[in-house]
């Protein structure tokens, strides 16, 4: 199994999580302004690099089984980059795979902050829609409005009474 292709889908790899990165920060300003339109074309966007991103995944973790079949690890099946750093004997291909793993280890961290800071505007936004609503479609006559203690409607105790009983 030649590790260079491994190395290859890692890098395309690295390409298809920078844009997606790229396009979250794009979302951003998007969902402060509420451009909808343009959310939803970068959302579009975002699909189409992710279904491109499970693909190369894919693709990874079946040249990662070969590799580790062919190198006589029968058993592992997690493909994992560190593991296949530990095994890789050429030193240029040993020194790529340790930088493409700082990319791509840093690549998915800022990417899964990114996608926390928009989760969390988009969260607030809703929480603001649901608050406008409760507003808007409460009972004026509701418990936040004033109303003289002996004017209370029938049911509810009056709380106005002095217990002079001592």
Known sequence: MNVETIIATLEQQAEVYERLL???KEKTPYLVGNQVELLNATIQKERRLLKAAEELEAQRM????????????????GGKIS??????????????????HGRLTS????????????????????????????????????????????????????????????
């Open 62 to 77: 079946r040249l990662s089984g070969q590799y580790f079949t062919s190198v006589g690890m029968l058993r592992y099946k």
């Open 83 to 100: 593991e296949m750093i530990k095994t890789v004997t050429s030193p240029h291909e040993k020194s790529r795979l340790i930088e493409l």
């Open 22 to 24: 790229a396009l979250a």
């Open 107 to 166: 690549l998915l961290d800022e990417l899964k902050h990114a996608t926390q800071l928009n989760q969390q505007l988009i969260e607030q936004s809703l929480k603001f829609i649901d608050y406008t609503i409760d507003l808007l479609s409460d009972d004026p006559n509701s418990q936040y409005t004033y109303q003289h203690p002996r004017h209370a409607p029938y049911g509810k105790p009056s709380y106005a009474r002095y217990d002079q009983r001592r």
